[in-house]
């Protein structure tokens, strides 16, 4: 059996010189890993970081160099150990490889350490406790206070985890959070342990046993009421009974960013001031839809809870007041009463401490405490759901004030920015919950601020019911689209389209021009047909490069950042849903992205209207409009897009 010269690796490890005993010149020589080929020099205690592609394999060489035949491959023998969380290889070289070798493999010894056991493919999002949605986006409102926080974890170990592993935060993650005022409550009841199916100890939740790159969700406690408005670091850490994680060892991939925005009404323009770390957004509400039937089951919980001495009317949803729901006394009563029409009149209200005496007297026993926070009590299932109504604004002045003004050539377009979107539907959110209190008070205002847009056209035409048969690629794809017509004008270069590039704290960091700059791209566009040739000739030529990075794509999004994936091919037939009414809706040929070597995350919530384009070219595929755990991504193909908005890019 011949002598092994190379050694193969998955994932993130940390490469370090542990001992030379040589005349020659050596090196480690690393291939096929994202860094491409690297290498690291012979000296004791130097150190290099290798991070994979995903599972992908990548491959280690121990070299020498005896002055003579040049850089030559060495003999390898390695050694794994495992303890606890601490995975690592120890590999011995030895450079005389001829029949006369002493074999001691000790010429250059080298020490991998695995880097992280768990990352998060996507950033943490905003769970309500009282009805496990998602926020917006899933972003943390300040003015709403308390969230479960969804994080997706993944096991990049490479093997699976210990039976008792544990997912937690690291000590600095709640440090950096606590300085920002971010509150995380490690106190779980079991009721809200069994409400997320999951197990929880010392805010650390049981995640034993998963498998290598196997994903699942897990949740922790925080409260944002007194946060900073900016995007904060979570880190994640694996705790096992043999001990925890290295923090030395924690992967780059286990940090993700939540991000915190807060909404106050400002009473004397008569709007709403919503706050993000892009800038600030000023939005009066002219006009609201507003569900009827769930409105009116709404308003009358509302008047029977507020109802003078909380009592009066049968039909009461328990309680020894008739009328009044359990778990509120006649002062917790005034005090929710008297905060709601405070903040209706305009007045400097913390909405925050408001709504948790909303929940404290629709719940259906006890109460949070005098300072609304129980910390372990139960979390889910106190809000009354008569109290909840579909309410939505349909006319909205509004204007923005970014922290960083664009310099007109520079920068994204200004309304491809979701997070105003997202602030518009928290405001949403902010006047179910006072709308539901007054009865039907009127917050029309007419804001002096300027209409920056208007939406023109829409288009949204998938099927209702699965075809019986499967389009040609050639036919027409459905769309979900949109056009919006900009009061004003704005510089452009021969950029048509500049978008963000990769920025350092969010969860990709692999740029494609230039980390925290941004990219320039033409507005050219590939065809239906040029799409379709790019498949062929990566079916007829499947090992030749060129072929290959054809299908090779990346977008700006607003969750996933700016992240690179594969075209994977044209699904004739692609469900969508649930849509906002609970039905599935069916888009024909669509294209679909998935993850590349990088293992970035594809498309994620709040991505949707972001634009794909080819790596190589920077020509427009298609307009991103829905995904899955961030593994996939689904667009519509951008000649269909354009062909149903009657549009051109010029």
């Known amino acids: 059996m011949a002598d092994v010269t190379e050694l193969t690796f998955t994932g993130d490890w940390r490469i370090r010189v542990a001992s030379r005993d040589a005349d020659w010149g050596q090196r480690v020589v690393v291939q096929g890993a994202a860094g491409g080929t690297q290498t690291l020099g012979g000296i004791p205690g130097a150190m290099l970081d290798i991070h994979g592609n995903g599972p992908a394999p990548w491959t280690l060489r121990i070299e020498h160099d005896d002055g003579q035949h040049g850089w030559q491959p060495s003999w390898l023998l390695g050694t794994t150990a495992i303890a606890g969380p601490h995975y690592g290889w120890r590999i ?146 694996v705790f096992t009974d043999q001990g925890a994680e290295d923090l030395a060892l924690v992967n780059r991939a286990a940090r993700a960013p939540m991000s915190v925005t807060r909404t106050t009404y400002d009473a004397v323009r008569a709007a709403f001031v919503s706050r993000c770390d892009e800038g600030v957004m000023t939005a009066s509400i002219r006009r609201m839809t507003v ?27 328990g309680g020894s007041g008739g009328g009044r729901p359990g778990g509120c006394d006649p002062r917790a009563l005034a005090q929710a009463r008297d905060g709601l029409r405070a903040f209706l009149d305009g007045k400097d209200v913390d909405l925050c ?143 048509i389209f500049t978008v963000l590039d990769a920025a350092s704290g969010e969860a990709a960091t692999v740029p494609i021009v230039t980390l925290g700059g941004h990219i320039d791209t033409p507005g050219t566009i590939l065809t239906n047909a040029q799409i379709a040739a790019i498949f062929q000739n990566l079916a007829d030529h499947p090992d030749d490069p060129a072929a290959q990075d054809g299908v090779r794509a990346f977008k700006s999004g607003a969750r996933s950042g700016t992240s690179t994936a594969l075209l994977s091919g044209l699904q004739p037939v692609m469900p969508r849903g649930p849509e906002h009414d609970g039905s599935t809706v069916f888009f024909l040929n669509q294209l679909k992205f998935v993850t590349d070597e990088t293992g970035a995350a594809v498309s994620c919530p709040g991505d949707s209207g972001s634009l794909w384009f080819q790596k190589g070219s920077h020509a427009v595929l298609g307009l991103n409009h829905a995904g899955h755990e961030g593994e996939r991504g689904f667009a519509t193909r951008i000649e269909d897009v354009l062909a149903a908005m009657s549009i051109r890019f010029a």
């Open 92 to 237: 011995g070289s030895e450079d005389n490889t001829t029949p006369a070798s002493d074999r001691d493999f000790n010429d250059l010894v080298v020490e991998l350490s695995k880097l992280g056991m768990a990352a998060q493919p996507v950033p943490p999002f905003a769970i309500l406790p009282g009805t496990l949605q998602a926020m917006p986006e899933g972003v943390f409102e300040a003015t709403l206070g308390r969230y479960f926080m969804a994080v997706q974890v993944q096991n990049i170990w490479t093997l699976p985890w210990p039976a008792s592993a544990r997912v937690g935060l690291t000590d600095r993650s709640r440090a950096w959070l606590a300085a920002a005022g971010v509150n995380v409550i490690d106190a779980w009841s079991a009721h809200d342990q069994e409400a997320l199916g999951q197990s929880v100890t010392g805010g650390r939740v049981a995640a034993g046993g998963l498998a290598p790159w196997e994903q699942r969700r897990i949740y922790f406690k925080v409260d944002v009421a007194g946060a900073a408005v900016r995007k904060h670091l979570v880190e994640l850490q």
């Open 291 to 317: 569900d009827l039937g769930t409105f009116r089951r709404a308003v009358d919980l509302a008047r029977r809870t507020w109802s003078s001495g909380g009592s009066g009317g049968s039909g009461g949803s």
């Open 353 to 495: 401490a408001v709504w948790r005496l909303v929940a404290c007297c629709c719940a259906g026993g006890g109460g949070h405490g005098k300072d609304g926070n129980d910390g372990g009590g139960n979390w889910t299932g106190n809000l009354d759901q008569g109290l909840s109504f579909f309410a939505w604004p349909s006319d909205v002045d509004y204007a923005v004030d970014y922290t960083h003004p664009f310099g007109g050539q520079y920068g994204p377009i200004p309304f491809q920015d979701p997070w105003w979107k997202i602030l518009l539907i928290i405001i949403a959110i902010i006047l179910s919950i006072a709308a539901a209190a007054s009865g039907g008070a009127d917050l029309v205002n007419r804001s002096d601020e300027r209409v920056i847009g208007t939406l023109t056209r829409a288009v949204l035409n998938p099927l209702a019911a699965e075809p019986a048969t499967n389009p040609a690629p050639a036919d027409t794809g459905s769309v979900d689209a949109a056009v919006v017509t900009l009061n004003g004008n704005r510089g452009l270069t021969s950029a």
